[in-house]
């Protein structure tokens, strides 16, 4: 038992009751037409049922008997023609499915229809999951689609296997046997993705290498494709914006020059005889010292359209990202994405979507939405969740991401009035976006359980199902990762979804309470370090943010201060800029608060200050807790190990409480309140503490 198998786990079924309804309902599999797609839903069917059944499915090309379940399209399926769905199967779209309970040849049987194979085979995991998670199956009327087209994994893999932010091993591709062996963790994973409707992934890191786009290279990129291609997983790449420069021999990378663009055509055209479904790419250009259009005095635009004209004949895409900043240090940096952008609204080509991270600085604990979001009408922008926990805690801390997720994707842009939620835009029915989309930057490694934490898979897991359906909860989706991964023992699943539940917030608490970010270590970004000060950029440092003194704590963006509030729309701005309205948990985001400002609480800031940070170490208390009573309902290798990285957890969540606490204290002057525990150690301490180096920056 150690996560290799994810949410796939397909055990027999426990409850005997449920065991002997799901044999009735299921006596064997059809599956009329062939294809590579349709082999694999059949393997999985298989594979799934004899797991949770208990016994051997017979499959057969001809429904014979009754309770038989039928999969397939129209256009494979006879049977499934002859039902006559074409209403119902317009409204699903070329990905979604329809699982029926019905009869066919005035048999009583499951119908798994779709428009596409792959849409078959999204049914096929959806009804698996009914039966891991026990739910009822014999009265099914189920109409399912996706809420945005590209759900794409980002990989930050570089060609040496080790992976940016990464903290779970190393990457998963060993360029150095491809092609000629394909792992059959490629398989296992490009089937993990199909199971939550994962159609995209990004094999290269956004900080990119020119050389993936050179022969010996495509050659191994074509043989993930082909590996990939039947789980309905496309491959895209990052491309290195002076590419030309760098493997095309050219002078220069300025996207209007026409030997720069014919040198793109070409090597799009390249690709595609390689890769004939090559998705397109993703690019960082001008951020964090890597090239771009402005190095030659062109827009972000002007880049994005040359390289969306290369691959728009192949109906590739582009995804342009908006996490930029450049070498001048502004007076506040989250506000350059939208000064960047949003004046190019409407100026990019119908293949091109900006991929703007869920806040305007960077991944942190919490962030107000993007204000971007709702910004920008005309050209459809893609969300970008950072699944792997660089400022979480990376792998060690157990935080179920999805209230963050949701947190965003729920919050209301008033772009076109009250209710223009972020996932309206996202999804694209508030302005009528072509291209929509969701990423979200990997947490997956080589490691045997994939993402280095067992709970950090519930966060790949929720990243697939929002991107397919944004409307699900996370206590909904919680709830089935638990049942899946674990088992469906309301014992079990009850606290620990509670904990899973409340674990963002601890994190919060005992991290960045009151709206605090980037006060992290130095540059590894692991650990307190709101001392961290004199870096040669004054936005890298944590007192840029804090900007702690004996007076107050806080950044001061409303009118009085950098006014990034403006950003947002006015009913928006205006309640993150009024104190008395400002939601507590962006205080110290918005606002400039001196030590004795009341909060809601009653309690003076520096009281409310310290009381959160204490919470957040109880919380984790508190987790342990939970999940040291699960001893007897969990298998005792993936029990020891939550155990083990929640005691880390334990002492880096009062590492961080104390280290804060103790920092803070230097400028309020403030006792810690009365009835809370001292500190373990002094400031000096803590400062000395913070770790010069971890893997995985
Ligand atoms: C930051 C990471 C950095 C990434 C950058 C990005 O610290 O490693 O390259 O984001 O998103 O969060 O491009």
């Known amino acids: ?24 309902r299921v006596q064997q599999v059809v599956i009329e037409g062939s294809s590579p797609t349709l082999t694999v839903a059949k393997q999985e069917l298989q594979q799934g049922l004899q797991g949770l059944l208990g016994k051997n499915i017979g499959n ?4 014979k008997q009754a309770n038989s379940l039928l999969v397939g399209t129209p256009q494979n399926s006879p049977a499934i023609a002859a039902l006559n769905l074409n209403q119902q199967l317009g409204s699903v779209g070329k990905e979604g499915y329809l699982i029926l309970t019905t009869t066919v040849n005035r048999k009583k049987a499951t119908v798994i ?10 049914g096929v995991f959806h009804f698996l999951r009914l039966i891991q998670t026990h739910q009822p199956v014999d009265q099914l009327n189920i ?21 940016e932010r990464g903290y779970a091993g190393f990457s998963l591709w060993d360029w150095h046997k491809l092609p000629d062996y394909i792992d059959d963790r490629y398989l296992e994973y490009a089937r993990a993705n199909a199971s939550i409707g994962i159609n995209g992934t990004v094999l290269t890191n956004v900080n990119a290498n020119a050389l993936i786009l050179t022969k010996p290279y495509l050659e191994k990129v074509k043989a993930l494709a082909d590996a990939f291609r039947p789980y309905g997983l496309k491959v895209y790449l990052t491309a290195r914006f002076s590419a030309p420069i760098e493997i095309g021999g050219l002078k220069t990378a300025d996207p209007l020059d026409a030997q720069v663009q014919a040198w793109w055509k070409t090597k799009a055209e390249e690709i595609y005889t390689y890769i004939p479904d090559f998705g397109g790419f993703l690019v960082k250009a001008n951020s964090e010292g890597q090239p771009g259009p402005q190095n030659y005095k062109r827009t972000h635009a002007d880049g994005a359209n040359m390289l969306a004209d290369a691959v728009a004949p192949k109906g590739g895409i582009v995804m342009w990202r908006a996490f930029v900043y450049d070498n001048e240090v502004p007076e506040d940096r989250i506000k350059q994405a939208y000064n960047e952008f949003k004046h190019l609204d409407g100026q990019f080509r119908k293949n091109v979507m900006v991929q703007v991270k869920n806040g305007p600085l960077d991944f942190q604990p919490r962030e107000p939405f993007h204000p971007l979001f709702g910004a920008m009408p005309q050209t459809p922008l893609m969300m970008e969740f950072q699944l792997t926990q660089e400022y979480l805690g990376q792998a060690t801390n157990l935080v179920y991401q999805a209230p963050l997720y949701k947190e965003v994707l729920d919050a209301d842009t008033h772009a076109k009035g009250a209710g223009s939620t972020v996932a309206k835009v996202v999804d694209g029915t508030l302005h009528n976006y072509q291209l929509t989309g969701m990423a979200g930057v990997t947490n997956i490694g080589n490691d045997r359980n994939w993402t280095g934490h067992m709970f950090g898979q519930s966060n790949w897991y929720t990243f697939g199902r929002l991107a397919w359906d944004h409307t699900l909860t996370s206590e909904a989706i919680a709830d089935e990762w638990l049942r899946m991964t674990f088992n469906n023992e309301e014992k079990f699943v009850s606290p620990v979804k509670e904990m899973m539940l409340q674990s963002r917030e601890t994190l919060v608490n005992y991290m960045t309470p009151l709206g ?7 540059s590894h970004h692991y650990g307190p370090g709101p001392w961290v000060d ?5 936005d890298w440092t944590a007192v840029y943010y804090h900007r702690a003194s004996a007076e107050g704590i806080g950044f001061d963006r409303t009118a009085s201060g950098s006014n990034a509030i403006a950003q947002y729309f006015p009913p928006v701005a205006q309640k993150f800029g009024n104190l008395a309205t400002c939601p507590e948990e962006f205080l110290l985001w918005f606002h400039r608060v001196s030590w004795d400002y009341k909060v809601k609480s009653g309690r003076n800031l520096w009281d409310e200050l310290c009381h959160r940070y204490y919470a957040g ?8 807790q939970t999940w040291n009573a699960q001893e007897a309902n969990v298998d005792p290798e993936r029990f020891r190990h939550v155990k083990t990285f929640l005691s880390i957890q334990e002492k880096e969540a009062r590492w961080w409480r104390d280290a804060c606490v103790l920092y803070f204290q230097s400028f309020s002057k403030r006792p810690i309140p009365a009835g809370l525990p001292k ?12 770790p010069k180096f971890v893997p995985g920056i």
Not at 1 to 12: F, T
Not at 113 to 121: F, Y
Not at 617 to 624: L, T
């Open 60 to 63: 057969s090309n001809m429904l």
């Open 113 to 122: 229809a779709a428009n596409s194979d792959v849409g078959a085979l999204y």
């Open 534 to 538: 004199k870096k040669h950029r004054a």
């Open 143 to 163: 109409s399912n689609a996706p809420k945005t087209q590209h759900r794409i994994l980002n990989h930050w893999d570089n060609l040496d296997r080790t992976v």
């Open 679 to 690: 500190t373990d150690n002094t400031l000096e301490y803590y400062r000395k503490l913070e």
């Open 617 to 624: 170490a109880e919380g984790v208390k508190q987790m342990q």
């Open 1 to 24: 038992e150690d996560g290799y198998r994810l949410w796939q786990r397909y055990d027999l079924v426990k409850d005997a009751k449920k065991l002997k309804e799901y044999q009735g």
């Open 516 to 522: 605090l970010h980037h006060i992290m270590g130095w």
